[in-house]
């Protein structure tokens, strides 16, 4: 189930997501769709959220359902400039919906999960990785 703080933080990815689209020269009304749908999937199974969202947004022909399934997970076979954008905008966006840097929620996350959680861990990687991505130095 998809409570209030869930909503208030898809919201404000997608805010953000709108905001800064036009810096990798994507669509600001799909990009904030894609921000707004990237945790539909704790609707569904809140474990498995990535999954359950990309594979019920793939029965609805969605065009970035593969955004929605791979949202998160560093070291992903799968590239899109839509992925990156996503990564980026929900890794500054706190549980609280509010903007942070990468550390401020990296402990956020923390605080949640442990340091020692497989959700850390993966986004600990995740954002060394949008760190280092070039296309991302311009937003």
């Known amino acids: 189930m998809i409570d209030k ?18 810096n990798l020269n994507l669509n600001e009304n799909e990009m904030f769709l894609l921000g707004f749908l990237h945790d539909v999937g704790y609707e569904f ?5 990535e999954l359950a969202g990309g594979k019920f947004l793939a029965t609805q022909n969605y065009k970035f359902f ?4 791979f949202h998160g997970e560093p070291n992903c076979k799968y590239h899109s ?16 919906g509010k903007f942070v840097s990468f550390n401020q929620r990296l402990e956020d996350i923390a605080l949640r999960y442990g340091k020692d959680s497989i ?4 986004a600990k990687m995740l954002i060394k990785e949008l760190e280092n991505n070039p296309k991302l130095k311009n937003i």
């Open 119 to 122: 959700i850390y861990t993966k």
């Open 5 to 22: 703080l869930r909503l208030i933080h898809m919201c404000a990815v997608a805010n953000l997501m709108k905001k800064t689209a036009k």
């Open 66 to 69: 593969n955004e929605v399934l």
């Open 81 to 96: 400039s839509a992925l990156d954008l996503l990564n980026y905008c929900d890794m500054h966006i706190n549980s609280a």
């Open 45 to 49: 199974d809140k474990d498995n959220h």
